[in-house]
């Protein structure tokens, strides 16, 4: 395996070993590590301060997320692979679009009917023809909601903190609310991931009750739901 030197950007080979991933000679080239070590000095150290300004060598090994979330490593080797991979905390990471995850609608629609077909011993030609799952629906939604918050405070924090402040209270409904704009109830009948839905691009904040016009534009609301 052909890796390449973060100190002197010398493309050399690494041996593959059971423990390498722990070993901060993973991220150098031999060279420059001997010659880090005899002076005494470390480059992971080094390569750390560079990339994080708050970087401590003695600890604690400290990551601070874009969306605010401090997050603290037992071994400055873990924050090095956070690094390498996405470089944001837990919910971050699982809320970003990796590179060859997303899936077309269409193909996210042909894959389930075949899936549900297959399993279930039907012949449904449609998506549409599907029964929803009220249990499977439940869940996704909740995960969906949960996901929206995270993905609003990491892109859009402003709105994030407007949201927060005013936050829908079960009662009035001036306050606000998290909307996708494509309903989750059609992503989920869609075959969309949890990601998808919850792509920055179909949020948006409106007041529960522009919400709830949304879905429903006959809806009347009495005096005392619509005041705060």
Known sequence: MNKECRKCNKVYKLVDT??????PQSLFCQSCASRYANLGRSLVDEYLQKQFSYYNPSGPYILKCDCGVEKVYTTK????RVLQ???KCGKCSKAMNRQGWTLSEQDAKSRRLNAYNYYHKTNYT???DIPIDNKSYKRYRKRCQTMS???LKRERPDDYKLYQDNKWDGTDLNLLS????????E?????WSVEQACNISNLQLLSMKENIKKENPTALFNSITESA
């Not at 059971?18 to 070993?23: N, P």
């Not at 080797?77 to 090095?80: G, I």
């Open 18 to 23: 059971a423990d390498r991933g722990s070993k």
């Open 126 to 128: 449609s998506v549409d």
């Open 178 to 185: 998290i909307d996708h704009i494509k309903p989750l109830h």
């Open 149 to 151: 918050q995270t993905v």
């Open 187 to 191: 992503c989920f009948k869609d075959g």
């Open 77 to 80: 080797y873990s924050l090095v």
């Open 85 to 87: 991979t996405t470089g």
